[in-house]
């Protein structure tokens, strides 16, 4: 059974560092593209960051320059350094990954920032 679980999240002031875990289970992160996205309150989900199983990322827009994705196999998780916050990155924050042609999803950790 694949379980993606996700922490760290918390309220931080503008302008702090925070950072997420994504920890998996019933599946080896290693080849897997492993994905973070957040939803704000009244907002559609939106992916942040992606790292490929050789390492490569991506990032949106709104966080390049001030997110980070890593990943570290021999854990099996996944991390989202966050610097630079603002109030608008508010958001619950989901890790997700695709394996054997499904969708998992984490229950999310909620990530607030403060002005």
């Known amino acids: 059974q694949v379980q993606l679980v996700e922490s760290g999240g918390g309220l931080v002031q503008f302008g702090g560092s925070l950072r997420l875990s994504c920890a998996a289970s019933?599946?080896?992160?290693?080849?897997?593209?492993m994905q973070w996205y957040r939803q704000a309150a009244g907002k559609e989900r939106e992916r942040v960051a992606i790292i490929t199983s050789d390492f490569s990322t991506n990032y949106a827009k709104s966080v390049k320059g001030r997110f980070t994705i890593s990943r570290d196999n021999a854990k099996n998780t996944v991390y989202l350094q966050m610097n630079s916050l603002k109030p608008e990155d508010t958001a619950v924050y989901y890790c997700?990954?695709?394996?054997?042609?499904?969708?998992?999803w984490g229950s999310g950790t909620l990530v607030t920032v403060s002005s």
């Open positions: 997700k990954t695709v394996f054997t042609g499904m969708d998992y």
């Open positions: 019933g599946l080896s992160l290693r080849a897997n593209v």
